[in-house]
T-cell receptor
């Protein structure tokens, strides 16, 4: 049972435009959400996070939005750059454990 | 900066071999994790450890064991490697505490079992 879902395996965006990556979750107990970026042959690196008490967090070109009622979060990248081309994973933290539940990832390609 | 080091970037092993994957972190983190990453399946948790000599099964522990004799080192062991264990293996560490913390990942070990 996939508790965290990224329904788009891939996304292509023109350089300079907005990239929107989506993530849905099923467990209302999750209280902290993260986005990681992963380049080929490297480990995931932390990008941005949001607590369930907020609905938006912004860091430079990256903004994460959380809609708790819809159990949906999204990552916006504005403007998109070719160096943003990577696989993006969303993750949710279960407060009862130390575990993160990861989505299946979305491969973003930013076209120059 | 947190550093999580995995001893090998690439490994090729034969079916039935015993395989050790090593992970070391330098930030005195209490929690350490082993994941595998497969296309279309994301990151799946194999085992984690919240203290020395403590371990808990993750979502896919079958065919694996772990060892944590020292705080900084967390080893993943494939007792008898099989072809379905060909994958990218990722180690992570995280500070323990009530504050929301971040898992930091190593560069990964790509294991091929022939």
């Amino acid at each position: 049972d996939q508790q965290v879902k990224q329904n788009s395996p891939s996304l292509s965006v023109q350089e300079g435009r907005i990239s929107i990556l989506n993530c849905d979750y099923t467990n209302s107990m999750f209280d902290y959400f993260l986005w990681y970026k992963k380049y080929p042959a490297e480990g995931p690196t932390f990008l941005i996070s949001i607590s369930s008490i907020k609905d938006k967090n912004e860091d430079g070109r990256f903004t994460v939005f959380l809609n708790k009622s819809a159990k949906h979060l999204s990552l916006h990248i504005v403007p998109s750059q070719p160096g943003d081309s990577a696989v993006y994973f969303c993750a949710a933290s279960d407060p009862r454990t130390y575990k993160y539940i990861f989505g299946t990832g979305t491969r973003l390609k930013v076209l120059a | 900066d947190v550093k999580v080091t995995q001893s090998s970037r690439y490994l090729v092993k034969r079916t039935g071999e015993k395989v050790f994957l090593e992970c070391v972190q330098d930030m005195d983190h209490e929690n350490m994790f082993w994941y595998r990453q497969d296309p279309g399946l994301g990151l799946r948790l194999i085992y984690f450890s919240y203290d020395v000599k403590m371990k808990e099964k993750g979502d896919i522990p079958e065919g694996y064991s772990v060892s944590r004799e020292k705080k900084e080192r967390f080893s993943l062991i494939l007792e008898s490697a099989s072809t379905n264990q060909t994958s990218m293996y990722l180690c992570a560490s995280m500070r323990q505490g009530r504050d929301k913390n971040i898992q930091y990942f190593g560069a990964g070990t790509r294991l091929s079992v022939l």
